[in-house]
């Protein structure tokens, strides 16, 4: 049985405007799919449009072209979208880097989660709005002493987890974590990377999980997706990706990731990537099963 596609990114571009003297193209002819269940990464420099490839998806950034598939619906499409509107909101979900900025300070917690649920008209499974909003946080790993906290009162791992529970609480298709792990501890982003990977396997959603931070990639996701300069250079399941990477610019990047020994550490020699080596010109050309790498011209 072919495996269900949840997310279909086709011919992405994403063009901002400078005034009237130039533009800027973020993403550029940007194309991957995610499939229902799936963990997918998306890594890369910081200004590679990892970000606005995720406000896309979300429709926070309507794309210059190209379009984007989302259980059916083309979010590009406007009447399709109005048409699917309810649904678009609930079964995607969002979870910003910055958990300080996307939680209202002046709203206590259980507030907070249960708000989604009360701008969609949601009747709370457990009967009570703060009944509902006590089982998310317990599922987070927050005990119900937190329900009455405002967010100045939490540490940065406690409120990214309460951005967590209230994306859960809508019960969504696609989870889309936009470098949710960087601004934590490295302790607690182990816990929140831990706490991904256990939520989704009991809850089944996919998630389009992008960071910069390729342990942490290569724990969690099923399949990854290297951006460099809005292009997609290589896609392949996260094993094949780490083990053999083909592409340069992936070579250079997975061989920045730090070595634990510091011996070997200060031993090692760090591989340099230029752009004159690799043209972004080129196509995705499929190299092994589900491993893409951008060739020029499509030659292998």
Request: with cysteine.
């Given at each position: 049985m072919a495996e269900e596609i949840l997310l279909d990114v086709r011919h992405l571009?994403?063009?901002?405007?400078?005034?009237?003297?130039?533009?800027?193209?973020?993403?550029d002819d940007l194309s991957f799919q995610i499939r229902r269940g799936e963990i997918f990464g998306l890594v890369g420099e910081s200004g590679s449009g990892k970000s606005t490839?995720?406000?896309?998806?979300?429709?926070?950034?309507?794309?210059?072209?190209?379009?984007?598939?989302?259980?059916?619906?083309?979010?590009?499409?406007?009447?399709?979208?109005?048409?699917?509107?309810?649904?678009?909101?609930?079964?995607?979900?969002?979870?910003?880097?910055?958990?300080?900025s996307s939680l209202n300070q002046r709203l206590k917690v259980w507030d907070i989660i249960?708000?989604?649920m009360r701008i969609h008209g949601i009747r709370p499974p457990r009967g009570t709005?703060?009944?509902?909003?006590?089982?998310?946080?317990?599922y987070v790993g927050l005990d119900a002493g937190y329900l009455?906290?405002?967010?100045?009162?939490?540490?940065?791992?406690?409120?990214?987890?309460?951005?967590?529970?209230?994306?859960?609480?809508m019960?969504?298709?696609?989870?889309?974590a936009d470098e949710p792990i960087a601004s934590l501890d490295v302790s607690i982003q182990a816990q929140i990377v831990n706490l991904f990977?256990?939520?989704?396997r009991e809850h089944g959603f996919s998630i389009l999980f992008i960071a910069h931070d390729l342990a942490m990639v290569e724990f969690l996701c099923d399949r990854v997706g290297v951006l460099y300069h809005g292009r997609m250079v290589e896609s392949a399941p996260?094993?094949?990706?780490?083990?053999?990477?083909?592409?340069?610019?992936?070579?250079?990047?997975?061989?920045?990731?730090?070595i634990p020994d510091p011996r070997l550490e200060r031993s090692r020699t760090l591989q340099t990537f230029s752009p004159d080596l690799a043209s972004l010109d080129g196509v995705l050309v499929k190299e092994e099963p589900d491993h893409f790498v951008l060739r020029e011209g499509g030659r292998p």
């Open positions: 571009t994403h063009v901002f405007p400078l005034g009237r003297h130039g533009s800027v193209k973020a993403v490839v995720a406000r896309c998806v979300m429709s926070l950034y309507r794309p210059t072209a190209g379009e984007i598939w989302f259980q059916g619906v083309n979010l590009c499409d406007r009447a399709a979208c109005r048409a699917h509107r309810t649904m678009l909101q609930r079964e995607r979900q969002l979870i910003f880097q910055d958990s300080t249960a708000e989604p709005y703060r009944a509902e909003a006590e089982f998310q946080m317990h009455d906290k405002y967010p100045p009162e939490l540490s940065g791992g406690q409120r990214q987890r309460v951005a967590i529970a209230r994306a859960l609480s019960e969504p298709e696609l989870l889309v990977r256990h939520l989704q996260t094993s094949a990706l780490f083990q053999r990477p083909l592409h340069p610019y992936t070579q250079a990047l997975l061989s920045a990731i730090p």
